[in-house]
Nanobody, 124 residues
Framework: QVKLVESGGGLVQAGGSLKLSCAAS????????MGWFRQAPGKEREFVAA????????FYADSVKGRFTISRDNAKNTVYLQMNSLKPEDTAVYSC?????????????????WGQGTQVTVSS
């Protein structure tokens, strides 16, 4: 069992930056692929980014590539999402998720544990 708690959301103007954190409980954090997803009102949950167990591989949605960076610190049981050049269309609830399997990281269906989410609002 893994408990995930996100933080770092807030209100920011377009062009600004935010850094989200997701702290995980337990001693097996390094055994999970970690992902970030977002969901805007009235829209389906959308893949944002994912990172492999040792941090050596990262995956991004085309809509955030070049602007967002995912990273992890296994010693701190934490995964991060650095978001730069934010746009109003990035407004959503951002959730982190943990996958103990070996499937493609792009689908929310493969993730086993989810955080409660943190709101990111980008004003124009």
């Amino acid at each position: 069992q893994v408990k995930l708690v996100e933080s770092g959301g807030g209100l920011v103007q377009a062009g600004g930056s935010l850094k989200l954190s997701c702290a995980a409980s337990g001693r097996t954090f390094s055994s999970y692929v970690m992902g970030w997803f977002r969901q805007a009102p009235g829209k389906e949950r959308e893949f944002v980014a994912a990172i492999s167990r040792n941090g050596g591989s990262t995956f991004y949605a085309d809509s955030v590539k070049g602007r967002f960076t995912i990273s992890r610190d296994n010693a701190k049981n934490t995964v991060y999402l650095q978001m730069n050049s934010l746009k109003p269309e990035d407004t959503a609830v951002y959730s982190c998720a943990a996958d103990q399997g070996y499937s493609t990281p792009y689908s929310h269906r493969v993730y086993d544990y989810w955080g409660q989410g943190t709101q990111v609002t980008v004003s124009s």
